[in-house]
């Protein structure tokens, strides 16, 4: 079983999906905790409807990344809750080396866009406006770079003729309520092994 702590910045809807896939059975995991560097960010909320510890840890003097004593803090709470797995849902930081050595090749992302393509933000605009034709979601081992990690699931949508950048958004985050359970679900029966760039998933026995 996953002892799984989730990251985020926001409304934390992917963190819902994960908490309804383990309550229906589907996931082996437990959600240790939720961490937000969003004192009234919506993630916790959800978190604490759950019966999940919902802690808000001030990242300042930083605006875009975790470091320095924001990222002790928040490792230190991780490792006090049990936690042995790193979800990041919407989490709206670059993580630096210090978590990714303490959680080294146990943390992961999801990411709105087929990776490689349109990495960074609002990356379903970046498709549209592009004029892409199918875009999607990744879930994806999280490494030193911005949305490079070894890919463990992709879900593929079409773009329509007719999409605005909230219709293609909201059809992604369908996806994504689908593919961070199963990527999770993958790594929680130790079907995943990372070899370079590739991760390699065993057939269920």
């Not at 001030?58 to 936690?83: N, Q, W």
């Amino acid at each position: 079983m996953l002892s799984l702590a989730i990251l985020g910045s926001g409304k934390g809807s992917n963190a819902g999906s994960i908490f309804e896939a383990i309550e229906r059975g589907d996931l082996n995991a437990k959600v240790v905790c939720v961490v937000s560097d969003v004192e009234d960010a919506h993630i916790l909320e959800r978190a604490r409807q759950h019966g999940i510890a919902a802690e808000f840890i001030d990242h300042a003097p930083f605006k875009t990344k975790l470091d320095g004593e924001a990222e002790r803090r928040v490792i230190d709470t991780l490792k006090s809750r049990g936690a042995d797995f790193i979800a990041l849902a919407g989490y709206m930081r670059i993580v630096k080396s210090g978590l990714l050595e303490a959680f080294a090749g146990r943390i992961v992302n999801i990411h709105p866009s087929l990776l490689p393509a349109f990495p960074g933000l609002a990356s379903w605009k970046q498709a549209l406006d592009y004029g892409a034709k199918v875009a999607g979601c990744t879930v994806h081992f999280v490494d030193a770079g911005m949305d490079t990690g070894p890919i463990i699931v992709q879900k593929a949508v079409p773009v329509l003729e007719d999409d605005t950048a909230e219709t293609l958004h909201a059809r992604i985050q369908m996806e994504e309520h689908v593919a961070y359970p199963e990527a999770l679900s993958l790594v929680a029966s130790g079907r995943t092994r990372i070899a370079g760039r590739r991760v390699h998933i065993s057939v269920e026995e």
